[in-house]
């Protein structure tokens, strides 16, 4: 069964600097997600994507944050200055829009990001 | 989005049925019922979902009520790997939507 992949697994990085998740969605999915986890915490919406522009973002997704596909075939979230609290579990998501309309969702196993 | 209702944890025995309850009393006419799960370490994986009608799949069956305020996800046989959190999330079924996720139903498989 087709797979939505996540690299790495786990980022460490120090406070201020700039990070990349990074996320190879299934190959015909249109539509693109990221989701975030804070240990303990519940799954939260960060932004959706499609056609090359976002779609719906929450308050979560400020200025620090942006994403792109910068080929057929990735998804990439960046964190431009990371803050201590944006140390979490990335998910990200895709969906066929072919099938049930955009809300049946594949989720990949997340990038663990732990700032310094 | 209407705002769901699910205990916080449950406990079943290996090879019994689970029956996961969840109450969504708001819910408006052309919102789905949607379930999810989350096993330790894993991203969320979808399980099944419904509208108004009964609905079964290789992993489950769900039952909504006739008045649809609330419903039922029950794993007919569960196994030591259906230990996971459980999510039942009401959303419009409208492309890119997004979904919003509580806390769940801890289910704990014990053999």
């Known amino acids: 069964e087709p797979e939505v992949t996540q690299t790495p697994s786990h980022q460490v990085t120090q406070m201020g600097q700039e990070v990349i998740l990074r996320c190879v969605p299934i190959?015909?999915?249109?539509?693109f997600y990221w989701y975030r986890q804070i240990l303990g915490q519940k799954v939260e919406f960060l932004v959706s994507?499609?056609?090359?522009?976002?779609?719906?973002k929450s308050e979560i997704f400020d200025d620090q944050f942006s994403v792109e596909r910068p080929d057929g075939s990735n998804f990439t979230l960046k964190i431009r200055s990371t803050k201590l609290e944006d140390s979490a579990m990335y998910f990200c998501?895709?969906?066929?829009?072919?099938?049930?309309?955009?809300?049946?969702?594949?989720f990949g196993d997340g990038t663990r990001l732990s700032i310094l | 989005d209407a705002k769901t209702t699910q205990p916080t944890s449950m406990d079943c025995a290996e090879g019994r049925a689970a029956n996961l309850p969840c109450n969504h009393s708001?819910?408006?006419?052309?919102?789905?019922v949607y379930w999810y799960r989350q096993i330790h370490s894993q991203g969320p994986q979808y399980i099944i979902h419904?509208?108004?009608n009964n609905e079964t799949n290789e992993m489950a069956s769900l039952i909504i009520t006739e008045d649809r305020k609330s419903s039922t996800l029950i794993l007919p046989h569960a196994t030591l790997r259906d230990t996971a959190v459980y999510y039942c999330?009401?959303?419009?079924?409208?492309?890119?939507?997004?979904?919003?996720f509580g806390q769940g139903t801890e289910l704990s498989v014990k053999p």
């Open positions: 708001t819910i408006s006419g052309n919102e789905y």
């Open positions: 998501a895709s969906s066929d829009p072919g099938r049930s309309p955009g809300t049946t969702q594949h």
């Open positions: 994507f499609y056609n090359n522009e976002i779609s719906e």
């Open positions: 190959s015909n999915h249109l539509y």
């Open positions: 999330i009401v959303s419009l079924m409208r492309r890119g939507g997004k979904l919003i």
């Open positions: 419904g509208l108004k």
